[in-house]
């Protein structure tokens, strides 16, 4: 019962559904069984507590009025970043029930990070670039994971993301990396569209959706 007063208190309801779906298969917590219940609340620990610091910390954060979500998508998305686009547009940069179909296919950082690094991953859906990359163990344990990177991956997977967090505008950027993968390195290009959401309860989180 904590568990969901805190969720519904700073907005997050639709990345703890997320993160519900991912792990039971059904996106809502009140049919699971204790012991399952414990394993979504390990899963989403972090982003709680990253939040209620936060909000500590920095108060309430909304999305502006009105600039950027005048912007006209860009011609060089594909289907699925543009349909993300539309729905950010729609409600405002609010979370909700519409990004569920493409819940697969984001992963969601925190706002803030090093200099040096990229921001922590809270959720990365099992059919993201990272996760096909490195495995379903990066979707179930994307924060512990996240380390395998080599640092200059992940600075390079931080410069759009700290564009973003810096202007609240949408980045679209294309990022070059070679990683070690399950299969051996590969070189890979990535299409991202990234975009700030603002939780009913002031939390700022980045949205992606990535394609190659």
């Known amino acids: 019962m904590e568990f969901r007063e805190t969720v519904s208190r700073l907005g997050l309801e639709t990345f703890s559904e997320a993160a519900c779906r991912q792990l039971f298969g059904v996106c809502d917590a009140g049919s699971l069984g204790n012991s399952e219940k414990e394993l979504l609340l390990e899963r989403c620990r972090l982003c709680l507590a990253s939040a209620v610091v936060d909000l500590a910390l920095r108060g309430s954060r909304q999305p502006p009025p009105h600039t950027p979500f005048d912007k006209r998508p860009s011609p060089h998305m594909n289907s ?4 993300f686009y539309r729905i950010w547009q729609e409600t405002g940069g609010r979370p909700d029930k519409a990004l569920h179909p493409l819940m697969k296919h984001i992963t969601i950082f925190d706002d803030k990070a090093e200099d040096d690094d990229s921001p922590t991953l809270f959720y990365c859906g099992e059919d993201t670039v990272i996760a096909r ?3 379903l163990e990066w979707a179930n344990a ?3 994971s996240r380390p395998a990177l080599p640092p200059s991956v992940r600075w390079k997977i931080a410069t ?3 564009t973003v967090m810096l202007t609240d505008h949408p980045v679209r950027d294309t990022v070059h990396v070679s990683v070690e993968t399950l299969e051996g390195e590969r070189d890979m290009t990535i299409n991202r569209l990234i975009l700030p959401f603002w939780s009913s309860g002031g939390v700022r989180h980045l949205y992606c959706l990535s394609g190659l």
């Open 142 to 144: 994307p924060n512990l």
């Open 160 to 162: 759009g993301l700290r």
């Open 80 to 83: 699925a970043q543009t349909k």
């Open 133 to 135: 990359w490195m495995g």
